[in-house]
């Protein structure tokens, strides 16, 4: 049970306005990694103001004996305030669900029907589409609609820490051990540049910019890799998560 008290990373007490200095960084960091994949739309402030009542949550809530450090639990608790207020907003286009279910469906039909993962360029013939057409839907789908971990479930360390966490678990579906397991499993099977963008944005926290200095490629384009395993997620978990 909370004390009313807040502690430094050492256990020492801080003082509200000190607690709110330290953290109030990961906060904005939070945002605006989230932001690198989000329209113009969505305010970075917006994102921050949630992202504040995030924290202070994990400061009532945090249970140190459960074994997770304070910053690694606030900073679940302030990406999932985030996610809500974004999901609030009702900003998704009806035609970006539907392309995403369109391509989720064309990858699970092609993978079945080549016993591989089926290229950027198979895919787009599959759906008739030219390739450039092709990978502006998977951009619109990027910005439009917050296909992320944070809809699949979460990175591997995350996912132990909240099964720690038990009744305080802010993503449906996290401490389910099969699930677990099936999204680990799916995440080796993608082509390797795709882990490696995904490994580069959730465990690193490298933003898209970032992320194409390092493999050589634009920004646009991380953004459709990022998108396309995504999708490859979606598609090969189909059974576990609900359009």
């Known amino acids: 049970m909370s004390d009313g008290l807040t502690y430094d990373h050492k256990g020492n007490v801080n003082s509200q306005k000190a607690f709110l200095e330290r953290y109030s960084d990961l906060v904005k960091r939070i945002a605006h990694h989230l932001m690198a994949r989000l329209p113009a739309s969505v305010l970075v402030d917006d994102l921050i103001q949630a ?37 609030r907003g009702d900003w998704v286009p009806r035609s970006v669900h539907k392309n995403s279910r369109m391509i989720n469906s064309a ?41 992320g971990m944070e809809d699949l479930g979460v990175s591997d360390d995350v996912i132990a820490t909240e099964e720690q966490a038990d009744d305080n678990l802010p993503f449906q579906g996290v401490a389910d051990e099969h ?11 993608l082509p390797e540049r795709e882990a490696l963008v995904l490994s580069l944005y959730y465990d690193e926290e490298l933003n898209l910019k970032e992320i194409g200095a390092v493999i050589g ?15 490859r997620l979606r598609a090969k978990l189909s059974s576990w998560t609900v359009e």
């Open 179 to 189: 699930f677990r397991v099936a999204l680990v499993e799916a995440i080796k099977t």
């Open 107 to 147: 990858i699970r039909e092609l993978e079945a029907k080549l016993s591989r993962d089926p290229t950027d360029k198979e895919i787009a013939d599959y759906l008739e589409l030219p390739l450039d057409q092709y990978y502006q839907i998977l951009n619109d789908v990027n910005c439009g609609k917050l296909v």
């Open 217 to 231: 490629v634009s920004e646009s384009r991380v953004s459709q890799i990022h998108s396309q395993s995504m999708q």
């Open 51 to 87: 992202g504040m009542i995030g924290l202070l949550e994990a400061q009532q809530n945090y249970d140190g004996s459960k074994g997770a450090s304070f910053e690694t639990y606030a900073g679940i608790r302030i990406r999932g305030s985030m996610l809500d207020e974004i999901r």
